[in-house]
């Protein structure tokens, strides 16, 4: 959630590259803790969404997306910090959401 987390209002260019920058360091930490422990499947996952998963804040679409993992991303973080889901939960359901999205899975 700290990777795909975004403050609303946020407007000022310098800010914005700044969150950015700090998000896409964390997702390479992610990256590389998954390849540590052998998860190739979701290394290959995130690397392949790595180069759009910030495209709404970069180009400032105020909520709207360009990318299905942007989409469930907003989502599930909205419902975690609103519903206070525990982080097994939103897991879960990221899973089903994108396993519907990207295999036609239907749960």
Request: glycine share 4%; with cysteine.
């Amino acid at each position: 959630m700290e990777i795909c987390a975004i403050r609303p209002f946020v407007d000022c260019k310098k800010t914005i590259e700044a969150m950015i920058d700090s998000k896409k360091k964390r997702l390479e930490e992610v990256i590389a803790h998954c390849r540590r422990k052998g998860c190739s499947h979701t290394v290959a996952y995130l690397e392949n969404a790595r180069p759009d998963m910030f495209t709404a804040i970069e180009k400032r679409l105020n909520g709207r997306t360009t990318s299905r993992v942007e989409r469930v991303m907003r989502t599930v973080n909205m419902r975690a910090n609103v519903s206070k889901w525990s982080e097994a939960g939103v897991l879960n359901v990221t899973k089903i959401r994108l396993a519907y999205y990207y295999n036609g899975f239907d749960a």
